[in-house]
């Protein structure tokens, strides 16, 4: 179908942990898998995204995983801090329409 | 670079007026995108254009939505008329190549 599915829908952590948040999809024609994260209050951000031709990409502290044939993909955050605090989403694309779908979102707590 | 630019930031009306909310997207952008997110529903994409032209309204949730791009520089959604269950956060956001989205800080709507 269209969802993306998005696990676990809350996380805490302490300061100093990983956190890892997990989507799958079931549109084999998807082929663009961005991150988000929405602080409270505020606009998504993009954070980091990843094209279908790579299997990982980093970005310091971030890094996603994309496993095209199980369909699932990973965003994974080292040693957290209490400023990545906030909900991210996962999202992919729908072929070439343009159009982005959402996962539900996933709100990370990261204790001092 | 300002970014993708909406307004108001804050709407409050009544029940059975008409709401305009307006985006001004990156300059250089095609792809303009509306979104609206309620706790209950997430990230809903309503409507996007390419180029100023409407590619898929399918999310649009009935006739008292429509949305208009006159130029490349500003497009408008409009609720006629409001009902409170309207009240969310609606987004805009643009892109160049349609995957790679950035938001605009979002209009609070509030339908009393």
């Known amino acids: 179908g269209e969802n993306v599915e998005q696990h676990p829908s809350t996380l805490s952590v302490q300061e100093g942990d990983s956190a890892v948040i997990k989507c799958t999809y079931s549109?084999?024609?998807?082929?663009?898998f961005p991150w988000y994260k929405q602080e409270l209050g505020k606009r998504p951000q993009l954070i980091i995204d990843?094209?279908?031709?790579?299997g990982e990409k980093k970005d310091q502290r971030i890094a996603v995983t994309l496993n095209k044939t199980a369909k699932h993909f990973s965003l994974h955050i080292t040693e957290t801090q209490p400023e990545d605090s906030a909900v991210y989403f996962c999202a992919r694309n729908s072929g070439n329409t343009g159009k982005l779908i959402f996962g539900q979102g996933t709100t990370l707590q990261v204790k001092p | 670079d300002a970014g993708v630019i909406q307004s108001p930031r804050h709407e409050v009306t009544e029940m059975g007026q008409e709401v305009t909310l307006r985006c001004k997207p990156i300059s250089g952008h095609d792809y303009l995108f509306w979104y609206r997110q309620t706790m209950m529903r997430g990230l809903e994409l309503l409507i996007y254009?390419?180029?100023?032209?409407?590619?898929?309204d399918s999310g649009m949730p009935e006739d008292r939505f429509s949305a208009k791009m006159p130029n490349a520089s500003f497009s408008t959604l409009k609720i006629q008329p409001s009902e409170p269950r309207d009240s969310a956060v609606y987004f805009c956001?643009?892109?160049?190549?349609?995957?790679?989205?950035?938001f605009g800080p979002g209009t609070r709507l509030t339908v009393l």
């Open positions: 990843i094209r279908s031709n790579v």
């Open positions: 254009f390419n180029n100023n032209v409407p590619i898929d």
């Open positions: 956001a643009s892109s160049l190549d349609a995957d790679t989205q950035y």
């Open positions: 549109d084999s024609a998807s082929n663009y």
